[in-house]
């Protein structure tokens, strides 16, 4: 069973419910992506969390999973909890799990690299994916749909910046709710359901990968990129993007049907009142340098 909230379809709380650290959620395949580690603004805390919660056969990180654009223009920033998501997707690789990168634009440096494997992690630049069922998608990360991006690159960065610093001005509005009890809210994914333009331009894209898919054969399309996690069809094809790591902190995943669920991990914190894993203090042999 499942909840419907306009075009989402979340994971059933009876499901949610049976994840724990001690006994995660046991999933086919899991799909996570735009977790910005090396931008300040990723809530490291709360992925590692999920992940925690949460076990895969098979992994794909659909691109951005690291901020490349955020570290060359600024200092370096990668405190211990950055450190340790690496550490703990590495040692899923090591004990079994397949997983898939598929780098995005702010991580385009690993598309150097397609088609090499490094500490079990597979490089590509999109993929077929097949649920159990026999449904077929195509992944990838979704930058190449995204006409700033490609064409407009120096307006892109302007953007970049300016969402930077929406997340600066969301980190300090978090401190306050957290002093007085609250939960984790973010400033710009809130702004992006109110402005207009921005609500037109995602559903645009989403239009242009669900007409990709078609084109492609398949019957749906699993992304990232834009930060807006939606579950729903669209003329036929199942779009599918599992938002991100910095304002909505949702991922998606298979169960052994074949089903596609959305996870809202910030949402379910939340609801059964889970803390986030506190950031441990760097020992002096892995603490990060500044650059």
């Keep these: 069973m499942v909840e419907q909230s306009e075009n989402r379809t979340f994971s059933s709380t009876q499901q949610l419910d049976s994840a724990t650290e001690c006994s995660p959620l046991k999933a086919r395949t899991l799909f996570i992506s735009d977790i910005h580690l090396g931008l300040r603004g990723c809530q490291a805390e709360i ?3 999920f992940i ?21 223009r600024k200092k370096f920033f990668w405190p211990q909890a950055h450190n340790d998501i690496v550490q703990k997707l590495l040692r ?14 702010h991580d385009e440096v690993m598309r150097n690299y397609l088609g090499t494997h490094f500490g079990g992690v597979e490089v590509r630049e999109e993929d077929i994916f097949e649920t159990v069922s026999g449904k077929r998608y195509l992944v990838l990360h979704g930058d190449k749909f995204d006409m700033v991006v490609m064409n407009i690159r120096w307006l892109a960065y302007i953007g970049d910046y300016a969402y930077d610093f929406a997340l600066w001005l969301n980190t300090r509005f978090n401190l306050l709710r957290r002093l007085w009890g609250g939960q984790y809210w973010s400033l710009s994914k809130w702004a992006k359901h109110k402005v207009k333009q921005a609500v037109n331009f995602i559903g645009d894209y989403e239009k242009v990968l669900a007409d990709e898919a078609r084109r492609r054969g398949v019957d749906g399309v699993i992304c990232g990129h ?12 199942t779009y599918v993007n599992t938002g991100d790591w910095v304002e909505s902190c949702t991922a998606i995943y298979e169960d052994f049907d074949g089903h596609l669920h959305l996870v809202d991990w910030a949402q379910e914190m939340s609801r059964r009142n889970i803390p986030a894993i506190p950031e441990r203090t760097p020992t002096a042999q892995n603490k990060p340098q500044a650059a």
């Design 92 to 105: 899923r690789a090591r004990h079994g799990a397949e997983i898939i990168y598929i780098p995005g634009n």
């Design 52 to 72: 925690k919660h949460f076990d895969a056969e098979r992994i794909y990180l659909v691109g951005d999973i690291f901020d490349g654009w955020a570290m060359k």
């Design 47 to 49: 992925f590692l969390s």
């Design 226 to 237: 834009i930060h807006h996690a939606s579950l729903t069809e669209i003329d036929g094809i």
